[in-house]
């Protein structure tokens, strides 16, 4: 049985390592590939975020309890983006 083994190694071993090879540098491909992917996602969804005004309207509390005192259940979303309510902060020590 053994001998059966070690024919059958014998004559796929020169085949096994070009397919090796070529297994090993797949694999480098999709993990590159994924690291890519999950930057550039990760750049796009940070870019959507930040597009959040909530921080800089004049309705906006910064309290983890009551983060908007006009539309709290939308403040510091995605839905925020296009608030009707958006009131920028006006600096009250800025010179008219």
Known sequence: MLQLVYYF???V???LVPICFVFAWVLVVVFSWT????TRDTIAKAKQMHEIPCTK???FTNDRH???TVQP??????Q???CSDYRQIKNPFASF
Do not use: D, G, S, Y
């Open 9 to 11: 190694f014998e004559i």
């Open 13 to 15: 071993e020169p085949v």
């Open 35 to 38: 690291i890519i992917m999950a």
């Open 57 to 59: 309207c004049q309705f």
């Open 66 to 68: 009551l983060k908007c």
């Open 73 to 78: 259940k939308i403040a510091n979303t995605e």
């Open 80 to 82: 925020a983006i296009e």
